[in-house]
């Protein structure tokens, strides 16, 4: 045991020594790596410090974006293209997901790439029609008048953000198209003749009207009921009938009545001569402003006993209705005895509306005339006090006479120059020329007056221009009694 013990002591002793020693050669060897290990973290500790990972670069770049692209603060703004909707009387959905109801959304980031697709889908509301798609910037419909349609987003350059809109339309019903125009051509005259005779005819159209006179054109829109009337007709003429080859007439024997044109022609205006007493030419073109008025008579010669009084007025005329309007005249009456003796006297008449004129009749009878002189007649009324001023061109000096009354108006509408015969008789023809309206000689066309007795017709010739008169061209008419 004890040489065991021994044995076994060396042995530790030896193996403890070993052992020792082992761990002492180790623990010098150990001290060198841990030496480099610590150099090696020092160094890894030295690199971390100067250089930054790159997940933290990555991360400092973006922020770096972020702030260069917004305002220093705030989300991130995504690129793409953003779609506002509005939807007030309806709904919209796209690829059937609903994003919109009756309101007008906010912008909704649909699309990144350059361009998406949606098959969108519109409802309207009970008692709104659907009048369209109405899409701007940067979106575009497969079909703009159909509610079930396909919508197309573009973005142009994906690193930027765009816009787009897309309205479903049910407020703006586009305009109807102007109906078509149709030029309808009046004509008036006289039921059994050629005669053609003046009158205005109106047209109206709810508020709007147009008017116009023999020859004239009225322009009208195809199959509209327009509402025609008789608003002007001279003295002694009425209202007949109407004829139209240009569409249909509610009543032809009524005015005002109901016309709806189909096409371009005719609308007639028939009337009827009533019993006349006078004959000659007016003029309503200066109405309402037919404040002067002169022209020339040649008396005629008389063969037997004859009367006849020729004058120029300004007003007298009835106005629709059959109300007369006052009258402002002057000129020379003849009266022939049985004896061939002649009496001519210069007159003036104020008479005053509504009734036909019945105004007394002022003489001059120490103003000397003479058959076959040239009577110059001159009056004004309306704008001041009335005047008047008659003229004998065939006697020596021009003998004159004139008369003021401020306390008498004459209508405006219309101005005249008359025969008016008083007894049977036998006349040569009187010449009426140089006819005047506010001091210019007139074109007077229009305005016609023809004289019906049962017992004598007389005849006017047409207004023409000519020199009856030596050094008298203008306008001029010719009555000659049978």
């Known amino acids: ?150 919508l197309t987003l573009y973005t142009p350059n994906p690193g930027n953000r765009y816009s787009a809109s897309v309205t479903l339309d049910t407020t703006s019903p586009p305009p109807p198209p102007p109906p078509s125009e149709v030029w309808i051509t009046v004509a008036t ?62 009543s032809n024997s009524s005015t005002p009545t109901q016309f709806t044109p189909t096409e371009s022609g005719t609308l007639t205006l028939v009337t009827k001569w009533n019993p006349s007493g006078w004959i000659g030419y007016s003029d309503s073109s200066c109405a309402p402003s037919c404040t002067s008025v002169s022209g020339v008579f040649t008396l005629p010669l008389s063969g037997g006993i004859a009367g006849i009084g020729m004058w120029v007025g300004i007003g007298g005329l009835p106005l629709t209705g059959g109300t007369y309007t006052n009258l402002w005249q002057a000129g020379v009456q003849m009266n022939i005895s049985g004896t061939n003796s002649s009496a001519i006297h210069a007159f003036w008449v104020a008479c005053s509306g509504p009734t036909i004129c019945s105004g007394p009749t002022h003489y001059n009878y120490a103003f000397p005339i003479n058959p076959g002189d040239r009577i110059f007649v001159w009056v004004e009324s309306g704008w001041g006090p009335s005047w008047f001023e008659i003229r004998d061109l065939s006697q020596p000096g021009n003998p004159t006479w004139s008369l003021t009354d401020s306390s008498f108006s004459a209508s405006t509408q219309n101005v005249e120059w008359v025969d008016e015969p008083l007894q049977k008789g036998t006349f040569s023809n009187i010449s009426v020329y140089d006819l005047r309206i506010l001091g210019a000689p007139t074109t007077m066309y229009d305005d016609s007056m023809a004289l019906e007795w049962s017992w004598r017709n007389w005849v006017i010739t047409p207004l023409e221009m000519g020199d009856l008169e030596p050094g008298s061209f203008t306008t001029q008419f010719v009555i000659e009694p049978p």
């Open 1 to 150: 045991m004890t040489a065991g013990n021994r044995v076994s002591g060396k042995a530790r002793v030896s193996g403890g020594n070993r052992k020792h020693a082992q761990v002492r050669c180790r623990a010098h060897r150990l001290a060198s790596g841990v030496i480099g290990l610590c150099l090696v973290m020092v160094f890894a500790a030295f690199v971390f410090v100067i250089l930054p990972s790159p997940a933290l670069a990555s991360s400092s770049t973006q922020s770096s974006r972020l702030l260069a692209a917004g305002t220093g603060a705030g989300p991130e703004v995504v690129p793409g293209t953003y779609l506002t909707l509005q939807c007030t009387h309806g709904t919209i959905s796209l690829g059937g997901k609903q994003y919109c109801s009756h309101t007008t959304t906010a912008p909704i980031d649909l699309c990144d790439s350059s361009s998406c697709q949606f098959s969108m889908t519109g409802t309207v509301d009970s008692g709104y029609t659907f009048y369209g798609w109405v899409v701007s910037m940067e979106a575009s419909v497969g079909c703009g008048s159909c509610l079930n349609t396909t």
């Open 189 to 250: 005259f006289e039921n059994g003749s050629t005669s053609w005779l003046p009158a205005q005819v109106q047209a109206c159209l709810n508020a709007s009207c147009s008017e116009t006179g023999n020859g004239g054109i009225l322009t009208l829109y195809q199959y509209k009921a327009y509402t025609i009337s008789l608003v002007y007709i001279q003295q002694n003429v009425s209202f007949s009938q109407w004829a139209t080859d240009a569409g249909s007439l509610a």
